[in-house]
Each structure stands twice: as C-alpha cells, then as structure tokens.
C-alpha cells in the first residue's frame, strides 16, 4: 500500500491526496477540462447571439 502511495505521490505530487471527492488530474486532464469549459461558455456565447439576431 506504501508503494502505492508513492507511486501516486511522484505522479500527481501535491494532488496525490485530495480528499472531499476532488479528483486528481494531471496538468493534461487539468488544461483539457479548462479548455473544455470555454468552448462550452463560447458556444452558448454564440446561442444568444444567433437568438438576437433572429429579434432585430
């Protein structure tokens, strides 16, 4: 179990533990999930735009 906790220490380093249901994300998880969030924001950015559009 040790061994385990290591490993998971050397590959997330402080994240390792998190606790309180956090998940432990790598630098590539973690920009992926930033990235993924504005195209999200931007595409509903555009929504309202086209619905404004079709009212003028």
């Known amino acids: 179990m040790l061994y385990k906790w290591k490993k998971e220490f050397e590959e997330f380093g402080t994240g390792s533990f998190p606790g309180n249901g ?23 950015e555009r929504d309202i735009l086209k619905k404004a559009i079709c009212i003028f």
């Open 22 to 44: 956090k998940m432990k994300l790598t630098f590539e998880q973690e920009k992926i999930r930033e990235l993924e969030t504005k195209v999200k924001d931007a595409e509903l």
